[in-house]
């Protein structure tokens, strides 16, 4: 059974720093685009950020350029998204990807494996 479990959510305030985590089981994607989406309530989900397969190129919304950072450790088969200067407007459930498309991608209907979602609450 293919699995990915995000874990490092949690409640922070306004400026701190988060970093979340995401790491395969049941199949390795180390030659697979992967990204972080996130759905905040009654929104719906939307793309954070990607990576290639190994991490040398990337690709960010812009609501979060220059503030998170995803990268991976094939290795490990995990996936992280380093978020930094938080802002309450960045509080949602965040989801990890993977696609078996080539190319980065940022629909969220190009994502065939997803995770459970971790929560990320910043407060104000």
């Known amino acids: 059974q293919v699995q990915l479990i995000e874990s490092g959510g949690g409640l922070v305030q306004a400026g701190d720093s988060l970093r979340l985590s995401c790491a395969a089981s049941?199949?390795?994607?180390?030659?697979?685009?992967m990204a972080w989406f996130r759905q905040a309530p009654g929104k719906d989900r939307e793309f954070v950020a990607a990576?290639?397969?190994?991490?040398?190129?990337?690709y960010y919304a812009d609501s979060v350029k220059g503030r998170f950072t995803i990268s991976r450790d094939n290795a490990k088969n995990t996936v992280y998204l380093q978020m930094d200067s938080l802002n309450p407007e960045d509080t949602a459930v965040y989801y990890c990807?993977?696609?078996?498309?080539?190319?980065?991608?940022?629909?969220?209907?190009?994502?065939?494996?997803w995770g459970q979602g971790t929560q990320v609450t910043v407060s104000s």
């Open positions: 990807a993977a696609t078996t498309k080539f190319g980065l991608k940022y629909q969220p209907t190009d994502y065939a494996y």
């Open positions: 049941g199949r390795t994607f180390n030659t697979n685009p």
């Open positions: 990576t290639n397969w190994n991490g040398g190129s990337t």
